[in-house]
């Protein structure tokens, strides 16, 4: 009788400390008002300036959601503060806005460097790497839960809303990709017919891609994306985040696949009166 009831309190108590609490932390960070300093960081951001006012609230959410759950570790001497950190989910969790998401449920550990950085697991292996030559990173993704990010590439990236280049939407998509196990350029979909149209549409721009740069043709798509599917994918991503009516224009049926995944139009993002300066 008494091991049946030791074993019942066991399990009581492990439910409590692994489940129960830090679900009761999580509702109360999310509860929690949108801290003031957060705020001043956030309206930095360029693309949160645009953005509805829904989905504002709804980002917020998810950072609180986010600097909940991640860890941040400073490398090289860098300390890590708190701009950072808001910097770094803002971008990230444009991915996940207005749509059923894990909130990177595998991700746990962000890694900042000052600025590029090496890594030797990283040249072995070429999905989730932007790479500058002789092995110098901007950032790495990896399925195991971590991500390294340079600082400087990161507020680049963030401050160019419009270049269609940025650390953090790249590695991020590169997560989502990493989700289902295996860094193909296809992410988790909602659907069986979601999974067909983006293998023949993503499959089909990819291998035109290639082509014209075989050609020797200047591409909106940046020339890496032509690695592999995985690179595809996470250059298309910053391309529709940060040049959609271009990426628009000039691919449209890859974009509408892209819009029928991320379940938001960048192309509507327009500067409020409020917020435009003469
Ligand atoms: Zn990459």
């Not at 509805?52 to 909940?68: A, G, N």
């Given at each position: 009788?008494?091991w049946i009831?030791?074993?019942?309190?066991g399990s009581?108590?492990?439910?409590?400390f692994?489940v129960?609490?830090?679900?009761?932390?999580l509702d109360?960070a999310?509860?929690?008002?949108?801290p003031?300093?957060w705020?001043?960081?956030?309206?930095r951001?360029?693309v949160y300036?645009?953005?509805p006012?829904?989905?504002?609230?709804e980002?917020q959410q998810?950072?609180?959601?986010f600097?909940?759950?991640k860890?941040f570790?400073?490398?090289?001497?860098?300390q890590?503060s708190d701009?950072?950190?808001?910097?770094?989910?803002?971008?990230?969790?444009?991915?996940i806005?207005?749509?059923?998401?894990?909130?990177?449920?595998?991700l746990?550990?962000?890694y900042i460097f000052p600025?590029?950085?090496?890594?030797?697991?990283?040249?072995?292996?070429?999905y989730g790497?932007?790479?500058?030559?002789?092995g110098?990173?901007?950032?790495?993704s990896?399925s195991?839960?971590?991500i390294?990010?340079?600082?400087?590439?990161v507020q680049?990236?963030?401050?160019?809303?419009?270049d269609?280049s940025?650390?953090?939407?790249?590695?991020?998509?590169?997560q989502?990709d990493q989700e289902?196990?295996s860094a193909?350029?296809?992410?988790l979909l909602?659907?069986?017919?979601?999974?067909?149209?983006?293998?023949?549409v993503?499959g089909?721009?990819f291998?035109a891609?290639r082509e014209?740069?075989?050609r020797?043709?200047q591409?909106?798509?940046?020339?890496?994306?032509?690695?592999?599917?995985a690179?595809?994918?996470a250059?298309?991503?910053?391309?529709f985040?940060?040049?959609p009516a271009?990426?628009?224009?000039?691919?449209?049926?890859?974009?509408n696949t892209l819009?029928?995944?991320?379940r938001i139009?960048?192309q509507?993002?327009q500067?409020s009166?409020?917020?435009?300066?003469?």
């Amino acid at each position: 009788m008494l091991w049946i009831i030791l074993v019942a309190l066991g399990s009581a108590l492990a439910y409590a400390f692994l489940v129960w609490l830090p679900r009761r932390r999580l509702d109360k960070a999310l509860q929690a008002p949108f801290p003031s300093d957060w705020m001043l960081y956030l309206q930095r951001s360029p693309v949160y300036k645009v953005l509805p006012s829904s989905l504002q609230l709804e980002l917020q959410q998810k950072i609180k959601h986010f600097l909940h759950t991640k860890r941040f570790v400073g490398c090289d001497g860098l300390q890590v503060s708190d701009e950072m950190r808001v910097t770094i989910a803002a971008e990230a969790c444009l991915l996940i806005l207005n749509r059923p998401s894990t909130q990177f449920r595998k991700l746990r550990w962000i890694y900042i460097f000052p600025s590029q950085f090496r890594s030797k697991q990283a040249q072995r292996n070429e999905y989730g790497v932007v790479s500058k030559p002789a092995g110098s990173l901007l950032g790495v993704s990896w399925s195991n839960g971590r991500i390294v990010l340079a600082w400087d590439s990161v507020q680049r990236g963030v401050s160019s809303a419009d270049d269609g280049s940025n650390v953090v939407l790249h590695e991020f998509a590169h997560q989502l990709d990493q989700e289902d196990g295996s860094a193909d350029g296809a992410p988790l979909l909602y659907d069986r017919a979601s999974y067909k149209q983006w293998s023949e549409v993503l499959g089909r721009e990819f291998n035109a891609l290639r082509e014209a740069l075989e050609r020797g043709e200047q591409t909106l798509i940046n020339p890496y994306g032509a690695t592999n599917p995985a690179e595809f994918f996470a250059v298309i991503t910053e391309l529709f985040f940060e040049r959609p009516a271009q990426f628009h224009d000039t691919h449209p049926e890859l974009f509408n696949t892209l819009l029928a995944y991320y379940r938001i139009d960048p192309q509507n993002w327009q500067p409020s009166e409020s917020s435009i300066s003469t």
